[in-house]
């Protein structure tokens, strides 16, 4: 469970905006503002690869001499204060080649200017790519339809910026000559042999992209943790022995393995958030409504989306912008709600829903989102209260049960033992649901959607993507139902709104990814994805 005690709400001020100057200098080799941003003197320290250089005139002529240093990206910078004028950060980075590396520098304030008074730099080097062999045809906790070896499950049907991509599809998507499993055996042995590809797939089919395989959900899409009573659960290659979280379950496995490169699935309450988060991956779910849905079996519509899950921002952006115009998206009809944000808001109540392992490494993907971007990181206060979470998570699994049991009620009473208990009786929560007691959560709901919006005319929310790591797979469904639990009152805050929600994969507990999830405007999709094309921050 969390804890009560999470970290500090706000970063030393200046300090952030002081790094993004750095990182700004560092890849332009802006060799005056270098010098300015570290402090003068002889005390000055810099160490790298065994030595050190002392003095503000020597760690100069060093970087005068060495032409620049390799392109690189920010994912985490950890932030610890030493007093009211001075703090340490620890930077990591991945190089373009592939290397990290790892900044520590502590800072000095004077005159209310940031400056490095000691600072040291390690690398390493590329670590193997994964495998990029397909999964075993037998590897049915992730697959359904596996890959083939022979070709594409679905070719391409044009070229574009997708060729080549493999695509794990989730058995909910209509795919023309197969059927929708569901997850559920019952289910895929009742069900007819689609006709027609949902709009979704047919747009990422044209742009280039091609089938891999059909890969397994939970049961009915109705849970957040990946594990499947008929299937088992699908094995996690970045946190091996743990979940891979669902319940895009099968595709997040296949894309973490390299079996695919792009997952096309459906996020409800967190499907794709949260095995973006367990398994290491850029998540997207789209602003309500944005993309398509037609051919996508429901669970809950008032809160169903088609999104998407890669370990490439590049394919990730590529292919969301392929989605976003060929299904009418808003993103680019709103220039206010569609342009980069004034800042980055975070709520300490909703960092605290985390467990404090998991809220640190957040904070250190926050403070590295602020340095890329050069925007500052504002406390929202009192704006989101404990109890406001406890509303509208109540509010959202109300409406939720309703949807899903109206969407699949039928099904459950005349198949009795098709689904497994725990999944079974998510569904019965919304069979005998009061007319009333439903009509008063869609009441929060509204409220909820209007506070967030006025909120997000600030600048755009940043939160954990889940309240913890994977859990590991044999966890006992006591341990499972808390993380669920205080994952669900994070990730149904996008959910309830209707507003679009980008999974950052920065974050690490230990050996362990967790995501940090950015809330934007209802309609700002295309503004949103933009954070996966910034290297660093801004020029200017």
């Not at 990181?377 to 309703?402: E, I, M, N, S, Y």
């Not at 919006?453 to 006992?476: F, I, K, N, V």
């Amino acid at each position: 469970m969390p804890d009560q005690h999470p970290p500090p709400a706000t970063f030393p001020d200046g300090l952030l905006a002081a790094g993004a100057r750095y990182e700004r200098a560092l890849a332009e080799d802006d060799l005056a503002a270098l010098d300015d941003l570290f402090a003068a003197g002889p005390a000055t320290l810099r160490g790298e690869g065994g030595t050190a250089l002392a003095g503000h005139a020597e760690i100069s002529a060093f970087r005068a001499a060495r032409g620049g240093a390799p392109p690189r990206r920010v994912l985490r910078v950890h932030v610890r204060p030493l007093g009211p004028h001075d703090a340490v950060t620890v930077t990591e980075t991945e190089r373009l080649d592939g290397g990290t590396g790892l900044q520590t520098q502590v800072w000095h304030r004077d005159g209310g200017t940031w400056r490095v008074a000691v600072a040291h730099v390690s690398g390493a080097p590329a670590s193997a790519a994964p495998d990029a062999t397909p999964a075993p045809a037998d590897g049915t906790a992730t697959w359904r339809v596996a890959p083939r070896a022979d070709g594409p499950l679905v070719p391409a049907t044009g070229a574009g910026p997708l060729t080549g991509v493999r695509t794990a599809v989730k058995d909910l998507v209509a795919i023309a000559g197969q059927r929708i499993g569901a997850g559920v055996p019952g289910w895929l042995a009742q069900a007819p042999v689609e006709t027609t590809t949902a709009p979704a797939l047919l747009a990422l089919l044209g742009a280039g992209a091609e089938v891999a395989g059909i890969a397994q959900t939970d049961e009915l899409a109705f849970s957040l943790l990946g594990a499947n009573a008929h299937h088992g659960t699908p094995p996690n290659a970045a946190a091996p022995g743990r979940t891979t979280g669902g319940s895009t379950s099968g595709p997040a496995a296949a894309v973490a393995a390299g079996s695919a490169d792009l997952a096309l699935g459906t996020d409800t309450a967190g499907s794709l958030r949260v095995p973006g988060s367990f398994c290491g991956l850029y998540a997207w779910r789209p602003s309500h409504g944005a993309v398509d849905g037609t051919g996508v079996l429901p669970l809950a519509p008032s809160f169903d989306t088609v999104g998407l899950l890669a370990r490439d921002p590049a394919v990730l952006h590529a292919a969301a912008a392929v989605l976003l115009p060929a299904t009418g998206g808003r993103a680019s009809t709103d220039r206010h709600r569609s342009g980069r944000p004034t800042a980055l808001l975070r709520s300490a109540t909703l960092t605290a829903l985390a467990e404090t392992p998991t809220a640190l490494a957040v904070d250190a993907a926050l403070a590295a989102l602020a340095v890329r971007t050069g925007l500052p990181v504002l406390d929202v206060g009192d704006d989101v209260a404990p109890a406001d979470v406890a509303a509208w998570t109540a509010a959202f699994r109300t409406v939720q049960a309703a949807e899903a049991w109206a969407a699949h009620g039928g099904f459950v009473t005349a198949h009795p033992g098709a689904l497994s208990p725990a999944v079974e009786a998510r569904f019965r929560a919304g069979e005998d649901l009061d007319a009333a007691a439903v009509t008063g959560a869609r009441t929060v709901l509204r409220g909820v959607r209007q506070r967030l919006e006025a909120l997000l005319e600030r600048g755009w929310l940043c939160l954990p993507s889940t309240a913890a790591p994977a859990p590991p797979a044999d966890a006992s469904p006591a341990e499972q139902d808390r993380t669920r639990a205080a994952t669900l009152a994070l990730t149904s805050l996008a959910s309830a709104a209707g507003v679009p929600a980008l999974g950052l994969p920065w974050g690490r507990v230990g050996r362990l990814p967790v995501g940090l999830c950015v809330l934007a405007p209802r309609g700002a999709d295309a503004a949103l994805l933009g954070l996966l094309a910034e290297p660093g921050p801004p020029a200017g």
